[in-house]
């Protein structure tokens, strides 16, 4: 369902249109002019404006130029009667999508036209929330010398069109590292779609993949593109693709081969115009040897393999990772920013094994952004909460001893004096006092 807005001063068509798209199940608001139509607009979003050209007040040339700029989500189709094409072109080039000349031939010809605008809006903001998850993704290294090798591969890669096999435990930072080659490809413009094939259930992944047909399973009431449609022209980021089930592995290597898919239900061929990328944190020849996984899947996923190496091998990247990982957090939570750490907090980072990689490291701060008050995060938050649950004891063992010779080092460096030290960890007074007793220091 899209919520569509008719503007027409003929008030028989405009109560057509209204309901034509009505019945295909669309929320329909109407509005006899321009004017009439930038009220509405102030107090709705719509995906799609219906608009006649020649109306009394506020005509559809003058109505889109006092939207440009303003309502850049929605699409825009024009309504001209015959032989005002001309105007239709410049409303073109003031942003519509497409125009329809009156009068229409058929409500259908009316209902196809408004699935193919809000097909094109639905491609668009695809490719705009892909562009912006792009730009929001942190650094693939901060320098650290045991990501040179993983670098320099991606380097040499992203300009050819080869598949490339990202491994390594889960939290590594897989998908940066395809957005990554995404970002330095030839096919940087197009759109990035990723799936996840251990998020979604068996018998819905295959249509998520390659979209259906209406009818093509109980509650397929319509037609539905999938992602790898979607991607034209772009990247196909298959995460988990250890987990897929043989039936999928087998339809995932026929489009491999033949670059060619049909929709689940449909007969019609689609080209598969994207260049793969795929991702596990599992042993693929283990699983081949057991029969578990493909083995000709394997080397066609295989053609370029690049192993990432875990967070703990990485510690020069640790802190500055943990600072941009913080500037999205402090976004998400409406928190001040920037978000800093304290140097204790920075040391026990820099200490932690992280055995959840990049996604355990980001859970943690996100947690410490939550308890800390103001905009330093001090050894309090870090550790009030386990950062691992299946291994909470040694974890605050190991973060303990951490915290013991940070206070230790700040004790130090600040010549026993309580209040500087507590200020250079970022706690409060009594709370250095407490630990300053816990940890028999004095």
């Given at each position: 369902m899209a919520r569509i807005l008719v503007v027409d001063d003929e008030e028989g068509l405009r109560e057509f249109i209204g309901e034509t798209l009505s019945g295909a199940g669309h929320s329909v608001t109407l509005a006899a002019d321009g004017l009439e139509a930038l009220e509405k607009l102030r107090g709705q979003a719509f995906d799609l404006m219906l608009t006649d050209l020649k109306m009394p007040h506020l005509d559809g040339l003058g109505l889109l130029r006092r939207?440009?700029?303003?309502?850049?989500?929605?699409?825009?189709?024009?309504?001209?009667?015959?032989?005002?094409?001309?105007?239709?072109?410049?409303?073109?080039?003031?942003?519509?999508?497409?125009?329809?000349q009156k009068p229409f031939?058929?409500?259908?010809?009316?209902?196809?036209?408004?699935?193919?605008?809000?097909?094109?809006?639905g491609l668009r903001t695809f490719r705009e929330q892909s562009r912006r998850e792009e730009s929001a993704a942190p650094s693939l290294s901060y320098g650290d010398p045991a990501m040179d090798s993983v670098c320099e591969a991606i380097r040499k890669v992203s300009p050819t069109p080869a598949t490339v096999l990202l491994l390594g435990e889960s939290g590594?930072?897989?998908?940066?590292?395809?957005?990554?080659?995404?970002?330095?490809?030839?096919?940087?413009?197009?759109?990035?779609?990723?799936?996840?094939?251990?998020?979604?259930?068996?018998?819905?992944l295959e249509s998520e993949l390659f979209g259906h047909e209406r009818g093509a399973f109980t509650g397929a009431h319509k037609a539905r593109r999938g992602r790898l449609e979607l991607a034209a022209g772009g990247t196909f980021f298959l995460d988990e693709v250890g987990e897929l089930k043989p039936e999928l592995q087998g339809k995932l290597l026929r489009v491999l081969q033949e670059r060619r898919f049909e929709r689940v239900g449909g007969s019609r061929t689609f080209d598969a115009d994207v260049r793969w990328i795929a991702a596990t944190n599992r042993d693929l020849p283990a699983m081949m040897k057991s029969g578990a996984f493909r083995e000709d899947l394997y080397h066609r996923l295989a053609v370029f393999p690049i192993h990432l190496p875990p967070l703990r091998r990485r510690r020069q990247d640790i802190v500055p990772l943990a600072k941009a990982l913080l500037n999205r957090i402090a976004a998400s939570l409406g928190k001040p920013a920037p978000l800093e750490l304290s140097p204790a907090a920075e040391a026990i980072l820099k200490q932690e094994r992280w055995p959840g990689n990049i996604r355990e490291l980001s859970n943690t701060l996100e947690r410490a952004a939550i308890l800390t008050e103001g905009t330093v995060i001090g050894v309090e938050g870090l550790i009030s909460v386990p950062t691992s649950p299946d291994a909470s004891a040694t974890v605050l063992g190991t973060l303990s001893e951490v915290e013991k010779r940070a206070i230790q080092r700040a004790l130090s460096e600040e010549g026993g004096h309580r209040r500087n030290t507590a200020q250079r960890l970022g706690i409060g007074l009594r709370t250095l006092y407490e630990k300053l007793k816990r940890y028999e220091l004095g």
């Open positions: 939207l440009q700029g303003e309502s850049a989500a929605m699409e825009v189709l024009v309504l001209t009667a015959h032989g005002s094409v001309e105007a239709a072109v410049e409303a073109i080039k003031l942003g519509a999508f497409d125009f329809l031939h058929s409500p259908e010809e009316l209902r196809l036209l408004v699935a193919k605008a809000l097909e094109h809006r590594t930072g897989k998908e940066v590292a395809a957005r990554a080659i995404h970002e330095a490809s030839l096919r940087r413009e197009g759109p990035f779609a990723v799936v996840n094939c251990a998020a979604i259930s068996d018998h819905l």
